[in-house]
């Protein structure tokens, strides 16, 4: 099959990106790409040594996250020898940048030599016993952005793209996670409680504005895929209460210490 020319420059800006990678870390393969969600910034503390840190704006085709709590930069972490590469911060697709911008992080960490990529995200729960900091492992998604980040005919498999080896790994790491499908919405808004029970009609129960699109690019490039959400509030109207973007952050932050534990023992697994 013959590339779409939108794949070939996506790829040719995600190479562009991963040499100024090499050239401003001095590190020139890395082996684990994690991308920190809402409220998991704070994990990346636990995972192990600062090699060197780099402000996106830096790399070729990155733009800053618009976000609160997220951060944009780029960490190279030695983790007892596994070269981690961390994202603090990702380009939504309410940000009106598009599909590639999206995916410029995951595909630049592919470029870099990543073949595992770990997706966080803060996100609503469907489940009522999920209380606010709970961790989620992503089973499966519903893409509810009605965009693909393909370009042109490329048929991609999406079975077992949120590997179940290394949900495997992690639930005997902590035997009490919880596993959930992860429905992705385009966003800025949070839903409608009509679209929360539309979501639990089709059978999801974690909402959220990020993870699928990119774990759709890190299949196709041939990444191992471990998607984990933090349930940071109850989807809407769950809880009588409206939602509140800094209420979600403050979840988040409360429980990222612990999940920074959880990926670095993880981690650790794959190198
Ligand atoms: I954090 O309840 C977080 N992100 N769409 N809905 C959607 N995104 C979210 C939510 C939520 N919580």
């Excluded at 050239?23 to 600062?50: K, P």
């Excluded at 609160?68 to 380009?91: C, E, N, P, Q």
């Excluded at 590639?100 to 729960?125: F, P, S, Y």
């Amino acid at each position: 099959m013959t590339d779409h020319p939108s794949t070939i420059e996506a790829h040719d800006r995600a190479s562009q990106a991963a040499a100024a990678l090499i050239e401003l870390t001095g590190i020139r393969h890395h082996d684990v790409a994690v991308v920190l969600g809402s409220g998991w910034v704070s994990a990346a503390e636990a995972l192990g040594t600062t090699v060197a840190e780099v402000e996106m704006t830096q790399l070729p085709f990155f733009t800053s996250p618009v976000v609160a709590g997220h951060a944009g930069r780029v960490r190279s972490i030695d983790a007892d020898g596994v070269r981690v590469l961390v994202f603090f911060g990702r380009t939504h697709l309410y940000e009106e940048r598009g599909v590639d911008a999206v995916t410029h992080g995951v595909r630049t960490a592919a470029a870099a030599g990543c073949r595992t990529i770990v997706l966080t995200n803060g996100c609503g729960g469907l489940d009522p016993s999920w209380q606010p900091g709970t961790p989620v492992l992503i089973k499966d998604h519903l893409n509810l952005t009605g965009t693909s980040p393909l370009h042109g005919a490329h048929f991609v498999d999406l079975t077992d793209l949120y590997s179940s080896r290394l949900r495997e790994i992690c639930k005997r790491l902590d035997p009490t996670l919880a596993e959930g499908i992860y429905g992705q919405f385009r966003g800025p808004m949070y839903e409608t409680p009509a679209e929360i029970a539309m979501l639990r009609a089709i059978g999801g129960n974690l909402v959220g504005m990020s993870t699928a699109l990119e774990a759709i690019v890190a299949r196709s490039l041939g990444m191992e895929i471990l998607g984990i959400s933090l349930v940071t509030n109850l989807a809407a109207g769950m809880s009588g209460q409206a939602l509140n973007h800094e209420e979600v952050l403050a979840a988040g932050t409360a429980a990222s210490t612990a999940m920074g534990g959880l990926l670095s023992r993880v981690i650790r697994e794959l190198g």
